[in-house]
């Protein structure tokens, strides 16, 4: 069974000092009731939620899995009583709209519960995180009438949705789709073509299942311009809201996958199903693009997940197993040997975990904060801000944090030699569900050239220098402080370095475009630990006046200011590899001919 108990110590660490939620809540209309006293509730609440009731099906949904038969299919075992207990309690409406029946709490509330079910139970917290891309994208798009008739039900949790982009020959490059979409007298349209991979597509969990789906109209043109969006429920809603005539969306298969075993992914065949269009014609790709960001935050925590889940696990199991003695001699010479926690390199793979785990966490709850803004501000100086900051941010977030947070679940396994292989303590499940995160919602290669090519060389650094400027500024303030005097000095020196890059790429760049994609993915890690690394020299200067003022829970503080050390000395030190690399340039990567690349 996961044993899966929620930080929420530090997630108030990040939550309430940190970021200080209360003051932004405080500013922005609508978020009034978000009080520390109701956050906390909330916090509590999801927490008990996450570790008593899902947590206890993550090994057994990974054992049993999903099943596809004619009739539909059946998720694992205590999977549908576990989401009629988070639906009947009100979760799926947390953070949606109150016209539709939602709470109306603000994003970064949500999140918060959401990293608690991702860790708990990645697969069964699929469908919330599916549900939620299709709620935003009908808020956004619907018209009043579509979101009358599907946002009610789905807010409710009684009805779920999808979002149905990749085709079997496309999913990296949607402009490829082949799902078409003939216009209808009525005004609807027939869609007919084949989905694959579609996350909770077909499942026993809800009544109905609301598809949000990418089609070409019949005579739309080729490539991306061509693309719309459309609803497409599995049952069409009758006249008074409720379930109608069944529409030809079925599942034809699952998946036999790599993790993931509770969460159906599915191939889903549209046989001349009827779908209404939602958003302009031939404008879905960009429509799909403003849910985007929390799509990709929801991905990114995913990361954070991984890595805190095989903390859990991993520092438990080296403060309780004994193997060999301490080099500098025995630390528990009443045992038969010292627990593995005395080793440095347990000790390196366990803080290298709880810098992705807490770091991580500090800055997918930033990314939640600014998304807040974007909602519900009315300064549109600010909002804008946000969103320039977002653009940069999203991507290296997802890239980076999907990439170290499967690193750090196998430092997790690590941890645990032989017996965290085998599957008895869950670790190697953490590494196969970990997987998937740096593949779906954009691979780490196309975030990396989202980053460098869209977000920073496409604004000729102007997004890049925004966000140096204010890493410049806290340089600034605390650069007499000696708590973090020695990481202020570093992050000074990777800010300036980090334009030089730019440069470099971007100079190389117009001669030759294979040197962006070259630099790309080493330009993505590198951002991703410099932002870590702002990220953890704020966490030293907080704690370090926690202590200053006396606090009684010195440990807690302590512990922060050691791991910033650790992430400063350790893991931002890797930036020299990705530097060395990613100026290399293009040739090694291009120069052999692809039919010459042989073995
Ligand atoms: C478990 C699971 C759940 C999923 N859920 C959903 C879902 O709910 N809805 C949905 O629509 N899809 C879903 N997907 C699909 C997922 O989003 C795609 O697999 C992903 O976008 C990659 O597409 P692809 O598999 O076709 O790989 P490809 O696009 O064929 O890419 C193959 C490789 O080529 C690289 N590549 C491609 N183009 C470039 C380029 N221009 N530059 C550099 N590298 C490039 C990629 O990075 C990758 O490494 C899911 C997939 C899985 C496995």
């Known amino acids: 069974m996961t044993v899966y108990k929620a930080p929420q110590r530090d997630m108030k660490f990040v939550m309430d000092e940190l970021l200080d939620m209360q003051s932004h809540y405080a500013s922005l209309p609508g978020c009034e009731d978000a009080s520390v006293e109701i956050v906390d509730a909330i916090r509590e609440e999801a927490s008990k939620f996450a570790s008593n009731v899902i947590a206890p099906l993550n090994r057994t949904g990974d054992q049993e899995g999903c099943t596809w038969s004619e009739e539909g299919v059946k998720t694992p075992a205590g999977f549908k009583a576990a989401y009629d207990q988070y639906r009947e309690a009100g979760w799926v409406g947390l953070i949606q709209d109150s016209?539709?029946?939602?709470?109306?709490?603000?994003?970064?509330?949500?999140?918060?519960?959401?990293e608690m079910i991702t860790s708990a139970n990645l697969s069964w917290a699929m469908l919330p995180g599916a549900n939620g891309g299709a709620l935003e994208t009908l808020h956004t798009w619907g018209s009043q009438e579509q979101k009358d008739t599907y946002m009610p039900n789905m807010v409710e949790g009684r009805w779920s949705g999808t979002m149905c982009l990749t085709e079997p020959h496309c999913g990296t490059d949607l402009g490829l789709l082949r799902t078409k979409a003939e216009p209808q007298e009525d005004g609807s349209y027939k869609l007919s073509g084949t989905k694959i991979f579609i996350s909770q597509g077909e499942n026993d969990l809800t009544e109905?299942?609301?598809?949000?789906?990418?089609?070409?109209?019949?005579?739309?043109?080729?490539?991306?311009?061509?693309?719309?969006?459309f609803i497409v429920p599995k049952f069409l809603p009758?006249?008074?809201?409720?379930?109608?005539?069944?529409?030809?969306?079925?599942?034809?298969?699952?998946?036999h996958k790599m993790g993931l075993h509770g969460c159906p992914t599915c191939v889903m065949n549209f046989d001349g199903a009827k779908g209404f269009l939602i958003g302009p014609e031939n404008k879905g790709l960009q429509c799909m693009f403003t849910f985007m960001n929390n799509a990709r935050l929801g991905v990114a925590l995913q990361g954070v997940a991984h890595a805190d889940v095989g903390l859990q696990q991993s520092l438990a199991y080296a403060k309780d197993r004994l193997q060999m003695r301490a080099l500098t001699g025995p630390k528990n010479p009443e045992l038969m040997a010292d627990p593995i926690i005395v080793h440095p390199d347990v000790r390196r793979m366990l803080f290298t975990q709880k810098c992705i785990a807490e770091g991580g966490r500090m800055f997918t709850y930033d990314i939640a904060k600014m998304l807040d803004v974007i909602q519900r501000s009315t300064d549109e100086?600010?909002?804008?801000?946000?969103?320039?900051?977002?653009?940069?941010?999203?991507?290296?977030?997802?890239?980076?944090?999907?990439?170290?947070?499967?690193?750090s679940a196998n430092l997790g396994l690590q941890c645990f030699g032989g017996h965290?292989?085998?599957q008895e303590w869950g670790l190697e499940q953490n590494v196969r569900d970990s997987r998937i995160s740096s593949i779906y919602e954009g691979t780490t290669g196309i975030q990396a050239l989202d980053l460098i090519g869209r977000k920073i060389l496409g604004t000729q650094g102007a997004r890049l220098n925004n966000y140096i400027l204010q890493i410049?500024?806290?340089?600034?303030?605390?650069?007499?402080?000696?708590?973090?005097?020695?990481?202020?000095?570093?992050?000074?020196?990777?800010?300036?370095?980090?334009g030089e890059l730019t440069k470099k790429i971007g100079s190389a760049t117009a001669k030759n475009p294979d040197e962006m994609g070259a630099a790309s993915v080493d330009f993505l890690m590198y951002s991703g630990y410099v932002v870590l690394a702002f990220y953890w020299a704020r966490a030293a200067v907080v704690a370090d006046k926690a202590l200053q003022a006396g606090t009684t829970e010195e440990?807690?503080?302590?512990?922060?200011?050691?791991?910033?050390?650790?992430?400063?000395?350790?893991?931002?030190?890797k930036t020299r590899g990705h530097v060395a690399t990613m100026t290399?340039?293009?040739?090694?990567?291009?120069?052999?001919?692809?039919?010459?690349f042989v073995f």
């Open 208 to 229: 109905n299942i609301v598809h949000i789906v990418i089609a070409r109209i019949a005579g739309a043109p080729e490539g991306t311009g061509g693309i719309s969006l």
């Open 381 to 407: 100086e600010l909002k804008a801000e946000m969103d320039d900051a977002l653009g940069l941010l999203t991507p290296i977030a997802k890239g980076f944090l999907t990439e170290v947070g499967v690193e």
């Open 238 to 255: 009758d006249a008074d809201g409720g379930m109608g005539e069944r529409n030809p969306v079925t599942c034809g298969a699952i998946e």
């Open 584 to 596: 290399t340039g293009a040739d090694n990567l291009m120069e052999l001919d692809a039919e010459h």
């Open 420 to 422: 965290g292989y085998i």
């Open 99 to 114: 016209e539709f029946g939602g709470q109306g709490l603000p994003i970064s509330v949500g999140n918060m519960v959401t």
């Open 472 to 498: 410049a500024a806290f340089c600034e303030v605390n650069q007499e402080n000696p708590a973090v005097a020695q990481f202020t000095s570093e992050l000074v020196k990777h800010i300036k370095e980090w």
């Open 555 to 573: 440990d807690f503080y302590k512990a922060k200011i050691t791991t910033a050390k650790f992430y400063f000395q350790r893991l931002l030190p």
